[in-house]
């Protein structure tokens, strides 16, 4: 059984950054896949952007330029920093992991970007 744990959440303004962390704890082997998705009210879960445990990234076109995703293999843990936020960028952005056979998911985080 694999736990995410989300952070960094909030409030911003339009125009300002935010960086979101995810550890993953009780799986016995680094997590295949680690990323986040969003999913705004009344709206269906959008994928962010997704990292390989080797870095290969999976950013959608509408993301990319300003979100990096990176992650930390030693702590099981992933990063995602954006960019130039915009409102419609308020959503719960979803801690996403994969490890053979089974994904996971976290509990979520609210990103709220105030115009």
């Known amino acids: 059984q694999v736990q995410l744990v989300e952070s960094g959440g909030g409030l911003v303004q339009a125009g300002e950054s935010l960086r979101l962390s995810c550890a993953a704890s009780?799986?016995?082997?680094?997590?295949?896949?680690m990323g986040w998705y969003r999913q705004a009210p009344g709206k269906q879960r959008d994928l962010v952007a997704l990292?390989?445990?080797?870095?290969?990234?999976n950013i959608p076109s509408s993301m990319k330029g300003r979100v990096t995703i990176s992650r930390d293999n030693a702590k099981n843990t992933v990063y995602l920093q954006m960019a130039a936020l915009r409102p419609e960028d308020t959503a719960v952005y979803y801690c996403?992991?994969?490890?053979?056979?089974?994904?996971?998911w976290g509990q979520g985080t609210q990103v709220t970007v105030s115009s």
């Open positions: 990292i390989g445990s080797g870095g290969s990234t």
């Open positions: 009780g799986s016995t082997v680094s997590p295949r896949n």
């Open positions: 996403y992991a994969s490890v053979p056979s089974r994904d996971y």
